[in-house]
């Protein structure tokens, strides 16, 4: 059998992050980035001012409200939200044209974006959602930061709930209580990801191949 040469070996995974602040969603991202180059970090669009640490089209694409407004009009972001007066949101076409190629994208966004993005693509999403290994933990971690005010921790706890809520809504849950495990778990949920029948249209053109010449022999 010859084997297909057409197109790339595979369709890229669009992997979704979630988790209430504090329970490593953030770290996991990049350790996950540092260590796995096939993958690489959506950057979003934004309205909010650019900081002066900030590089347009890095960190973020920072664009007009106007702009901003068209692209969400014209079916262009996969998801988008507003957050204390500013707009944030994903441009589809950059992620769109690397899942093409065979490039995973990797979000780390919360429970709604996650919505948004597994209603415009769920084919090619494999979401899943980190868990602090308890309560009391959460808050030892958030204390730990030393970022925010008593007040804060409380309020992202009571948030942290509520996202939780959702956690069925994911395919896959860890849980972050050894960051290494976690990790590893992480990235055997995107190597299984990556071998999935819908995203290996090549090997299922040899596969096709493969009858024909077993009818020929």
């Known amino acids: 059998m010859a084997p297909s040469e057409t197109g790339p070996a595979?369709?890229?995974v669009l992997l979704i992050l979630s988790s209430p602040s504090g329970a490593g969603k953030s770290t996991l991202t990049r350790a996950l980035l540092d260590t796995d180059k096939e993958i690489t970090l959506s950057?979003?669009?934004?309205?909010?001012?650019?900081?002066?640490?900030?590089?347009?089209g890095v960190h973020y694409h920072?664009?007009?409200?106007?702009?901003?407004?068209?692209?969400?009009?014209?079916?262009?972001?996969?998801?988008?939200?507003?957050?204390?007066?500013n707009f944030y949101g994903?441009?589809?076409a950059p992620v769109e044209a690397a899942l093409t190629v065979g490039r995973d994208v990797l979000f780390d966004i919360?429970?709604?974006?996650?919505?948004?993005?597994?209603?415009?693509?769920?084919?090619?999403?494999?979401?899943?959602?980190?868990?602090?290994?308890?309560?009391?933990?959460?808050?030892?971690?958030l204390e730990r930061r030393a970022e925010d005010?008593?007040?804060?921790?409380?309020?992202?706890?009571?948030?942290?709930?509520?996202?939780?809520?959702?956690?069925?809504?994911?395919d896959y849950v860890v849980v972050n209580a050894d960051f290494e495990d976690c990790l590893n778990r992480v990235r055997a949920i995107l190597?299984?990801?990556?071998?999935?029948?819908?995203?290996?249209?090549?090997?299922?053109?040899?596969?096709?191949?493969?009858?024909?010449?077993?009818?020929?022999?």
């Open 191 to 217: 190597q299984a990801e990556r071998i999935r029948r819908v995203r290996q249209p090549r090997l299922m053109a040899d596969a096709a191949q493969l009858v024909k010449d077993l009818d020929a022999v």
């Open 10 to 12: 595979r369709r890229g």
């Open 110 to 141: 919360d429970w709604q974006g996650a919505q948004q993005i597994c209603g415009a693509m769920r084919s090619d999403v494999a979401t899943v959602f980190v868990l602090p290994p308890s309560a009391k933990e959460l808050r030892s971690r």
């Open 62 to 85: 920072f664009i007009r409200q106007r702009e901003f407004e068209a692209m969400r009009d014209e079916g262009e972001l996969l998801e988008w939200a507003e957050v204390h007066g």
């Open 149 to 170: 005010s008593a007040e804060v921790i409380d309020r992202r706890l009571r948030n942290a709930a509520v996202e939780i809520n959702h956690v069925g809504e994911y």
């Open 43 to 56: 950057i979003s669009a934004t309205t909010r001012p650019k900081r002066a640490s900030e590089a347009d």
């Open 90 to 92: 994903t441009p589809r």
